[in-house]
């Protein structure tokens, strides 16, 4: 659709000298979309209005760098402000509401539902596993309490039951 109305756009023009071929509409077209990847369709096709009306002045030939500086133009007398004044309004029309996080957590803890977790993990050392220091000490300890319970075990099986 851009080829199509840039074409139609250097016929009014009488620019057939820079833009000869489809090719150079089509290279044309890819730097205005390269070079204005925010901007509409409609806006670019507005600006190619406006040239073809003579509001933007065209000295000596026209080429894809005096379409871009048209189209920037454009963009800045009409496309930025507008997005400036869309962008106040709704900065206008936001509220923010203001968060209070000391009171909400003591009104939390008041009311019960904000409860510290029910196990804390004390520990002062960490085995690392592929330590071998840790590893042997680690083994003496599962030693000794595997020979504590069976030995509780032991004294219970020998007690007498009442």
């Known amino acids: 659709m851009l080829a199509a109305e840039l074409t139609r756009l250097v016929r009014h ?37 406006y040239i073809r009306r003579g509001v933007y002045e065209l000295y000596g030939n026209f080429t894809i760098n005096v379409l871009i500086e048209c189209l920037r133009k454009y963009e800045m007398a009409n496309t930025v ?33 904000l409860k510290t977790p029910r196990k804390i993990l004390d520990r002062n050392y960490i085995p690392y596993p592929n330590d071998k220091t840790d590893s042997q000490t680690q083994s003496t300890q599962q030693h000794k309490e595997k020979t504590k319970e069976a030995s509780r075990t032991e004294t219970n099986e020998a007690r007498p039951e009442e």
Not at 17 to 41: G, L, N, W
Not at 89 to 97: G, L, N, P, Q, S
Not at 99 to 111: A, W
């Open 13 to 49: 023009v009488a620019a057939t000298r820079t833009f000869q071929t489809q090719s150079d509409i089509h290279d044309a077209v890819d730097d205005i979309c390269e070079v204005f990847p925010s901007m509409k369709i409609e806006e670019i096709l507005t600006c190619f209005k």
């Open 81 to 113: 402000t507008f997005r400036e004044q869309e962008h106040y309004e709704r900065k206008k029309t936001i509220d923010t509401a203001s968060l209070d996080v000391k009171r909400l957590m003591s009104d939390l803890e008041r009311d019960g539902k």
